[in-house]
C-alpha cells in the first residue's frame, strides 16, 4: 500500500498543469478589487546596468535591492516592474529562481509585489551573458538589452530554450503569492531605439511568436494575470487600427497594460481608450519630465480612473535614465540636463524632488479612487 501511495503521489507532483484560458473580465476586475491602488516603479539597483547585472549571481546584491526598496515602501510604493532575461535561465535556471526568491522575500518584507518582466525589444539587439561593460558617459540606459536578442529571435530551432523559459520561470512562481503578475514581453513591436543597428523582419518575427508565449505562460496555469503593454499608437479601442503584436496584446491580455510619456491630456486620452474593454488597468511605462509626463500631470488622473502606475526609473545609478532620450545624439559629457527626465531618488536616497513623493505618498495612503486635496503651502 505504502509504494502504490508513493507512486500516486509521484504521479501528480508530475501531472502538468492544465492550461487556463484567458480571464474573463469578470475574473481579471474581481482580482483586481483585491489589490491596493498600485503604485510603483520600474526597477533596477542603482549598481546594475541592466537586467543581467541585476540578476547574475556576480552581481546580484540584496543589500542594496533592500535598502532601496525601503525607499520604496517610505512613499508608499507597493509594487515594481522587475526585467528578467532568457540568457538567466538558460545558464543557471536553479541559480535564478533561488535569486528570485531572495528579490521575493526582500520585496514582501517591503509590502511590495513585482510584476516581472520576461522579454523586451529594446535597446541593444545583441545580449550576451557574463560581465557588463560600464555606463557610456553621458549616455540614457547605455547597457540595457534586449531579450531574446536579434541572433535568438531570428533562429526558430532555439524557439524551444525560449519555451523552457518562460514555462520554467512562470511555473515555478505560477501559485506564489508574492508576484503581482507576469509581463511576457515590454513594447515587443519597439524597433530598438539607440544607435543599434536593427533587427531585419523583427516586428514580424515578433508578431509571431508574441501568442506563442502568451500560450506558453498560460500552459502552466499561473493564478497570477498575464499582460503584455502597448506603447505606441493613436487608437487603441480601435482594433482595426493596431497591428498584429498589439491585437494580440489587447486580446490575450488578462489585464491591459499601457506605456504613455506625454502630457496629461493625452495620457487620460489613452488611459479612456484601454478602460474601454472593461478590464483592469495599468500603465507599466510613464514619466519623462521633459517630454511633459509627470508624477504631478499623470499620477492624480490615474487615481481617480483606478489606473495602477509605474513610473520608469528610481533611484539614479548605472542606466543613467536621469538622462533623456537625445543623449543618444548628443552625451551630457559636460553638462547635466535642465531637469531630469527619469528617476524618483538619487543616489544616496534623497527625492529628487521631495513634492512628487509627497504626492505619491498622500495618493498612495488614500482611499481607491479618492484624490485627497493638495497641502496649502507653509
Keep these: 500500500m505504502k509504494r502504490i501511495l508513493m507512486f500516486v503521489a509521484a504521479m501528480l507532483a508530475a501531472t502538468p498543469a492544465v492550461a487556463r484560458d484567458q480571464w474573463t473580465p469578470a475574473q481579471a476586475n474581481a482580482w483586481y478589487a483585491r489589490q491596493p491602488w498600485l503604485v510603483g516603479s520600474n526597477y533596477t539597483p542603482a549598481n546594475a546596468i541592466n537586467q543581467l547585472e541585476m540578476w547574475q549571481p556576480e552581481t546580484f546584491d540584496p543589500a542594496t535591492i533592500d535598502k532601496e526598496l525601503g525607499y520604496a515602501e517610505s512613499i508608499g510604493m507597493n509594487t515594481m516592474r522587475v526585467f528578467l532575461h532568457n540568457l538567466l535561465w538558460e545558464n543557471d535556471p536553479e541559480g535564478l529562481k533561488k535569486r528570485m526568491d531572495v528579490f521575493l522575500t526582500l520585496a514582501a518584507k517591503h509590502h ?3 510584476l516581472f518582466v520576461l522579454f523586451d525589444s529594446c535597446w541593444d539587439p545583441n545580449p550576451v551573458a557574463g560581465p557588463q561593460h560600464p555606463p557610456i558617459p553621458g549616455v540614457h540606459n547605455s547597457g540595457w538589452v534586449q531579450a531574446p536578442g536579434a541572433a535568438r529571435l531570428k533562429d526558430e530551432s532555439q524557439y524551444g530554450k525560449l519555451e523552457g523559459y518562460v514555462k520554467g520561470v512562470v511555473g515555478a512562481f505560477a501559485n506564489d503569492p508574492r ?9 515587443p513591436n519597439n524597433g530598438g531605439g539607440g544607435n543599434y543597428k536593427p533587427t531585419p523582419q523583427k516586428k514580424e518575427m515578433v508578431a509571431k511568436l508574441l501568442p506563442q508565449v502568451f500560450a506558453w505562460a498560460r500552459s502552466v496555469d499561473p493564478s497570477q494575470p ?3 503593454g502597448v506603447w505606441i499608437g493613436e487608437h487603441w479601442d480601435d482594433q482595426s487600427k493596431l497591428d498584429a503584436t498589439e491585437k494580440t496584446q489587447i486580446t490575450q491580455s488578462d489585464v491591459l497594460t499601457f506605456h504613455d510619456y506625454s502630457w496629461p491630456e493625452t495620457f487620460e486620452k489613452r488611459a479612456r481608450q484601454m478602460l474601454s474593454y472593461g478590464r483592469p ?8 519630465r521633459g517630454n511633459g509626463s509627470t508624477f504631478d500631470g499623470s499620477l492624480p488622473i490615474a487615481k481617480r480612473l483606478n489606473i495602477g502606475m509605474m513610473n520608469w526609473g528610481f533611484v539614479d545609478g548605472k542606466t543613467q535614465t536621469r538622462l533623456p532620450w537625445d543623449s543618444w545624439k548628443k552625451p551630457y559629457t559636460l553638462d547635466e540636463p535642465t531637469i531630469w527626465f527619469h528617476e524618483v531618488f538619487r543616489g544616496d536616497g534623497t527625492p529628487y524632488r521631495q513634492a512628487e513623493t509627497d504626492l505619491i505618498k498622500r495618493l498612495a495612503t ?3 479612487g479618492v484624490v485627497p486635496a493638495t497641502p496649502a503651502a507653509k
Design 112 to 114: 511590495i509585489k513585482p
Design 179 to 187: 508576484v503581482l503578475g507576469w509581463d511576457l514581453w515590454n513594447e
Design 226 to 228: 498575464l499582460t503584455s
Design 281 to 288: 488597468v495599468i500603465c507599466t511605462e510613464y514619466m519623462a
Design 366 to 368: 488614500s482611499p481607491k
